[in-house]
């Protein structure tokens, strides 16, 4: 089985500072790792996705994320928040080839004017 | 804005009832998930549906069903309904099924039910 951890449930940044969420994956075979967000009221958005090609991930509105196999972290980072980045953030896994996602628990992301 | 539809966007039960939710996928979808988002949690699992047949499920009990349409369109149906499945339902379309991990999932809106 497979599991997802996001360290922090809530995390905040001063408008233009790095952002950076955490995310550590379980799992017995290679995970495909997504991270997506959600704004209040709103479904999810896919931010980015990671599957087996190029280990740093660009995502959509700055962010990347970088899969890193030893240490089972993807975590997520753009260079300069804004305030359009306040929402909450999920990070995803999915084992089979059914794409049936396994999500975090979610973070919180406040960015401070 | 993702092409994916859910209706209704809230609903107020009482314990014990049933309640249908509905999922109108993104044209040329054939796959649909549906997703429970208790508050302040993840998203959890509940099953998947591929061209009408059930193609995977999560750890629900068996009054959680569902139903998917030649048009792509879909249901979940919920009996008995408990206090704790107070919480936002989502559906997410998606082209493939079996084999489709690298096909991105396009979520709606929600539907919020809420058990008294």
């Known amino acids: 089985a497979q599991s997802v951890t996001q360290l922090g449930s809530h995390v905040s940044v001063s408008e233009g500072a790095l952002v950076l969420l955490r995310c550590n994956y379980s799992?017995?075979?290679?995970?495909?790792l997504f991270w997506y967000v959600q704004y209040p009221n709103q479904g999810l958005q896919l931010l980015l996705k990671?599957?087996?090609?190029?280990?740093l991930v660009k995502g959509i509105n700055g962010f990347e994320a970088e899969f890193k196999k030893s240490e089972t972290s993807f975590h997520l980072t753009k260079p300069s928040a804004h305030m359009s980045d306040a929402a909450e953030y999920f990070c995803a896994v999915s084992l089979n080839a059914g794409n049936m996602l396994t999500f975090g628990g979610g973070t919180r992301l406040m960015v401070k004017p | 804005e993702t092409g994916v539809t859910q209706s209704p966007t809230h609903l107020i039960k009482t314990r014990g009832q049933q309640v249908t939710l509905r999922c109108s996928s993104q044209s040329g979808h054939n796959t649909v998930s549906w997703y429970q988002q208790a508050l302040g949690q993840g998203p959890q699992f509940i099953f998947q549906?591929?061209?009408?047949?059930?193609?995977g499920r999560g750890n629900f009990p068996p009054r959680f069903s569902g139903l998917q349409f030649p048009n792509y369109s879909s249901e979940l149906n919920v009996n008995a309904l408990e206090l704790d499945d107070s919480a936002l339902y989502l559906c997410?379309?998606?082209?493939?099924?079996?084999?489709?991990?690298?096909?991105?999932?396009?979520f709606g809106p929600g539907t919020r039910l809420l058990v008294l």
């Open positions: 990671y599957t087996s090609a190029a280990t």
């Open positions: 799992s017995s075979v290679p995970p495909y």
């Open positions: 997410a379309s998606s082209r493939g099924g079996y084999g489709a991990t690298q096909e991105t999932q396009y």
């Open positions: 549906y591929y061209r009408e047949e059930e193609n």
